[in-house]
């Protein structure tokens, strides 16, 4: 008996998908070299966490070291991004020095906050550290005076 024909993936959808597996290997590289610091991170450790066999990163990264930096390029990009769309539209040094401020405080205080989630085991342990727009802004409004 015959095998139906396999017809293979289009490619955008392989590329899309690869993206996906490049950028979800990005965050969890990133919070392993945060929690066990990068010398003590494994290519395995960074595989499992994104549920890949050991070997399969270097299909998106040449090494550990590739992997560090685009975990850099891709935060600083996330920051300059939200100090471009903080500062649009604003004339005035002063207003743009204080919303860059502001910008800057609630990145740390939202990835703060983040990481306290992330570390506690329950969810249930956190219900006062959820994290919206106005309690950022609360916190940091009074800092960036």
Do not use: C, W
């Not at 560090?68 to 996330?78: F, N, P, R, S, Y």
């Not at 005035?92 to 085991?121: G, N, T």
């Amino acid at each position: 008996m015959a095998r139906p024909e396999r017809k293979p993936a289009p490619r955008k959808a392989l590329a899309a998908d690869e993206g996906n597996r490049r950028a979800e290997l990005i965050r969890a590289a990133g919070r392993l070299f945060v929690d066990k610091g990068f010398d003590a991170t494994t290519i395995r450790d960074i595989a499992d966490a994104v549920g890949m066999r050991s070997g399969s990163p270097f299909y998106h990264f040449r090494s550990k070291q590739d992997m560090l930096k685009a975990v850099m390029i891709e935060g600083l990009t996330a920051a300059l991004e939200a100090q471009q769309a903080a500062v649009a539209g604003l004339k005035d040094p002063e207003e743009k020095f204080r919303a860059l401020v502001r910008s800057h405080l609630r990145i740390i205080l939202e990835e703060l906050m983040l990481d306290v989630m992330y570390r506690v085991p329950s969810r249930s342990d956190v219900t006062e550290l959820v994290v919206t727009p106005d309690v950022v802004e609360r916190r940091v409004a009074p800092l960036a005076s």
